[in-house]
T-cell receptor, first 115, second 114 residues
Framework: EAGVAQSPRYKIIEKRQSVAFWCNPI?????LYWYQQILGQGPKLLIQ????????DSQLPKDRFSAERLKGVDSTLKIQPAKLEDSAVYLC?????????????FGPGTRLTVL | GQQVMQIPQYQHVQEGEDFTTYCNSS?????IQWYKQRPGGHPVFLIQ?????EVKKQKRLTFQFGEAKKNSSLHITATQTTDVGTYFC??????????????FGQGTILTVHP
């Protein structure tokens, strides 16, 4: 079974630029998560999709961050414009079922550096 | 809101020594998960505990869920260099519509000296 795929693995941009990350979850998984992990901290949930609908985006800075999950499969997370404090690893995870506490399978992450 | 505290934040051990990390919650938990993240890697699921007082073992790893379901621990017997990494507890988010959302603790960073 293929794992969660993410691209790019690394990205360096200057502040005020835009950036987009892509995630392909494990096939058939209903729930998809985007996390932000700042160095030395635990992952912080940014947004959670069940199929193609958003069920939690309470910690997503909506003035600059946006995300979508097309056709309930792949997802993209965009930052526009980026700030220095956005430097972090962005992790995508998926879980098989919707609406329950389930094992989360993480992708390798995208390491973003904002200069 | 729900507060999750993990202690210690750092632990340095000699290979062969034991290691324990503790996770304490301000609220009663329905269940709790544990994840391991190797340096430069991504979190990997280890286990989920559901029952009060539950104890589960995976080789040298022993996981416990407190009787009151407000704390949990992970104990590693005779650490090896492969145990290096950050261990996170992750209880479900408190609230009526958690939709399976987890709240990750700040983690315990384990260093094993050969």
């Amino acid at each position: 079974e293929a794992g969660v795929a993410q691209s790019p693995r690394y990205k360096i941009i200057e502040k005020r630029q835009s950036v987009a990350f892509w995630c392909n979850p494990i096939s058939g998984h209903a729930t998809l998560y985007w996390y932000q992990q700042i160095l030395g901290q635990g992952p912080k949930l940014l947004i959670q999709f069940q199929n193609n609908g958003v069920v939690d985006d309470s910690q997503l800075p909506k003035d600059r961050f946006s995300a979508e999950r097309l056709k309930g499969v792949d997802s993209t997370l965009k930052i526009q414009p980026a700030k220095l404090e956005d430097s972090a690893v962005y992790l995508c995870a998926s879980s098989p079922r919707a609406g329950v506490v389930d094992t989360q399978y993480f992708g390798p992450g995208t390491r973003l550096t904002v200069l | 809101g729900q507060q999750v505290m993990q202690i210690p934040q750092y632990q340095h051990v000699q290979e062969g020594e034991d290691f324990t990390t503790y996770c304490n919650s301000s609220t009663t938990l329905s269940n709790i998960q544990w994840y391991k993240q190797r340096p430069g890697g991504h979190p990997v699921f280890l286990i989920q505990l559901v029952k009060s007082g539950e104890v589960k073992k995976q080789k040298r790893l022993t996981f416990q869920f407190g009787e009151a379901k407000k704390n949990s621990s992970l104990h590693i017997t005779a650490t090896q260099t492969t145990d290096v990494g950050t261990y996170f507890c992750a209880p479900p988010n408190a609230g009526g519509t958690s939709y399976g959302k987890l709240t990750f603790g700040q983690g315990t960073i384990l260093t094993v000296h050969p």
